[in-house]
């Protein structure tokens, strides 16, 4: 199984500054073939389910602001808000989706500072 | 503009059957991957397995023993079945559309419901 793990748990940013997730994989989750990256990350609020954010590790969901950006390649990988608004209040997840079983990481909760 | 609605009971008592059913509105659930995963209160997700409309399935070691899904093309659903559930399976349980372009499959999850709670309770 391909472990992911996220650092750290939690984060505490002021608003309008960059806020930055780490994400790693127990082994690597690019594929050579065509050279992409399998992991995604996703935006969990409060009683809503998971919003698909960034997949192939950098490439940004229709619709999702242009602060949010992903960047990495084989093991480690980052998810930067590079100006934190209120609305980005969440708990945030990377999954691996390069075999099966499909996993996630922890989360890491994201709070106003 | 595609929507995914869980249904099924909220309760459910231990060492019973946990059944819920994946409504697929505003779209076909053909030549598509489908998913359950889940998340226990407070806690991470889970990934349960997946399905295609033609049937063929893929589960999560982990629950593998008591998994399966299966899926109603005629009715546009996809559901779930835990057996012997404890108080370890209460959680929020999401059906999830697996990403797709054209007919290539791209294997993360897209398009989620809403979201279900199940307790496992006596």
């Known amino acids: 199984d391909i472990v992911m793990t996220q650092s750290p748990d939690s984060l505490a940013v002021s608003l309008g500054e960059r806020a930055t997730i780490n994400c790693k994989s127990s082994q690597s989750v690019l594929y050579t073939s065509n050279n992409k990256n399998y992991l995604t990350w996703y935006q969990q609020k409060p009683g809503q389910p998971p919003k698909l954010l960034i997949y192939?590790?950098?490439t940004r969901e229709s619709g999702v602001p242009d602060r949010f950006s992903g960047s990495g390649s084989g093991t480690d990988f980052t998810l930067t808000i590079s100006s934190l608004q209120a609305e980005d209040v969440a708990v945030y997840y990377c999954?691996?989706?390069?075999?099966?079983?499909?996993?996630f990481g922890q989360g890491t909760k994201l709070e106003i500072k | 503009q595609v929507q995914l609605q869980e249904s099924g009971p909220g309760l459910v008592k231990p060492s019973e059957t946990l059944s819920l059913t994946c409504t697929v509105s505003g779209g076909s659930i053909s030549s598509i991957y489908w998913s359950w995963i889940r998340q226990p209160p407070g806690k991470g997700l889970e990934w349960i397995g997946y399905i295609y409309y033609s049937g063929s399935t893929n589960y999560n070691p982990s629950l593998k023993s008591r998994v399966t899904i299966s899926v109603d093309t005629s009715k546009n659903q996809f559901s779930l079945k835990l057996s012997s559930v404890t108080a370890a399976d209460t959680a929020v349980y999401y059906c999830?559309?697996?990403?797709?372009?054209?007919?290539?499959?791209?294997?993360?999850?897209?398009?989620w419901g809403r979201g279900t709670l199940v307790t496992v309770s006596s």
């Open positions: 999954q691996q989706y390069y075999s099966t079983p499909f996993l």
């Open positions: 192939w590790a950098s």
């Open positions: 999830a559309r697996i990403a797709y372009y054209g007919s290539e499959t791209y294997w993360y999850f897209d398009l």
